[in-house]
């Protein structure tokens, strides 16, 4: 079963379409390495968090502040398929 | 555990951002009600289907077109949330 990623975030905080747009991105770079993405609306306020299955690869309240998407694709890359290349997005 | 509603779309087809579409849709409709949304490319194409956990509630093969919007919120809310009141999504 290939991997899943969960983006679990604060509806209240108005951060469905962040969430959703970071979806399409992973969905649009990883179509083949990842089984999909989950939003997960969470009952937490001012929860922004990435998972890989049960592995959290970002939380907003660690890190103050959200992933870039830049970051977020290498992050993603590193667990579901580390030999990818990201193109423009693998440099720093 | 809350239901999770499951977009399986043809990445091919370019359905991605009509399955993103939906899923924030079902998002803001049912932001108590569900676990999450999760968006997954198929491996097979054509597809267009739409599950709550493990039931298949929409499948495009089978209608021969997609599910219009008003339509899901019906079949999730039914499955999910009987007694909700869906406001003018609730009228035919």
Not at 7 to 20: D, L, Q, T, V
Not at 33 to 62: A, M, N
Not at 85 to 92: C, E, F, M, Y
Request: glycine share 4%; hydrophobic share 35%; charged share 35%.
């Amino acid at each position: 079963m290939k991997p899943t990623v969960t983006i679990e975030y604060c509806p209240k905080c108005g951060w469905m379409m962040r969430a959703a747009y970071m979806a399409q991105e992973l969905l649009t770079t990883f179509t083949d390495d990842i089984y999909g993405v989950t939003l997960h609306p969470s009952e937490i306020s001012g929860r922004y968090s990435v998972f890989i299955d049960e592995d959290i690869i970002f939380d907003r309240k660690k890190e103050s502040r959200f992933p870039e998407i830049k970051e977020l694709k290498q992050l993603v890359r590193d667990r579901v398929n580390p030999e990818k290349n990201l193109g423009h997005s693998d440099k720093k």
